[in-house]
């Protein structure tokens, strides 16, 4: 099965400045999609940002990137420049491949706090 | 960007009854949609996953006969939680996967069962 593992239940970062979220998982496939959401208080699932695993680049999205470490396995997200607005739950997520329907394998999220 | 909405948005029902909640693609076809559970500041869990004109594959543990999933165009999937209990309180999500395999969610139910 693959794992996605969450270690931090809350973070906290003060405005305008830069904090990590870190995610790892599991997978004996070579090819897979990685994914950041954002869950506000509204419960409506939020992309952040994608990163295909063949692709060495990290990804980034404006505030947001990612550092992907491959061989680690590893998949943590950089937010610059916090906002009040960006406080919210942060799921790291797993695609599954096609032969399981592309579902998303889900980590237990990371509360983040954002302080004026 | 493409929506996906739910309904309804929020439900409370009395326990042994069963309860249909819709999961729509508004604005695109899904030929895969999934349904998920979130308990209160948990993860979402994957529960099934409905492809449009078959049956539904469930995740191990989940009762099939109790969660009725329905796929029956590809814009709706329907979720019908039968006889149900408190313990089947809950958030429930769907996501529908669109043709360039990325998924949008909806804006989830909440299911009260008294």
């Known amino acids: 099965a693959q794992t996605v593992t969450q270690s931090q239940p809350e973070m906290s970062v003060q405005e305008a400045e830069t904090v990590t979220l870190s995610c790892t998982y599991d997978?004996?496939?070579?090819?897979?999609?990685l994914f950041w959401y954002k869950q506000p208080p509204s419960r409506q699932m939020i992309l952040v940002i994608r990163?295909?695993?063949?692709?060495?680049q990290n990804a980034t999205e404006n505030r947001f990137s990612v550092n992907f470490q491959k061989a680690a396995k590893s998949f943590s997200l950089k937010i610059s420049d916090s906002q009040l607005g960006d406080a919210a739950m942060y799921f790291c997520?797993?695609?599954?491949?096609?032969?399981?329907?592309?579902?998303?394998?889900f980590g237990k999220g990371t509360s983040l706090l954002v302080t004026p | 960007g493409a929506v996906v909405s739910q309904h309804p948005s929020w439900v409370i029902c009395k326990s042994g009854t069963s309860v249909k909640i819709e999961c729509r693609s508004l604005?695109?076809?899904?030929?895969?949609m999934f349904w998920y559970r979130q308990f209160p500041k948990q993860s979402l869990m994957l529960m099934a996953t409905?492809?449009?004109?078959?049956?539904?594959?469930?995740e191990q543990g989940v009762e099939k006969d109790k969660f009725l999933i329905n796929h029956a165009s590809l814009t709706l999937s329907t979720l019908t939680v039968t006889s149900a209990h408190p313990e089947d309180s809950s958030f429930y999500i769907c996501?529908?996967?669109?043709?360039?395999?990325?998924?949008?969610f909806g804006p989830g139910t909440r299911l009260t069962v008294l």
């Open positions: 996501s529908a996967r669109h043709v360039y395999n990325e998924q949008f």
């Open positions: 997978t004996s496939e070579s090819d897979y999609y």
């Open positions: 990163q295909e695993a063949y692709k060495q």
């Open positions: 997520a797993y695609r599954r491949p096609s032969n399981s329907g592309y579902a998303l394998n």
């Open positions: 604005d695109f076809q899904a030929t895969t």
């Open positions: 409905s492809n449009e004109g078959s049956k539904a594959t469930y």
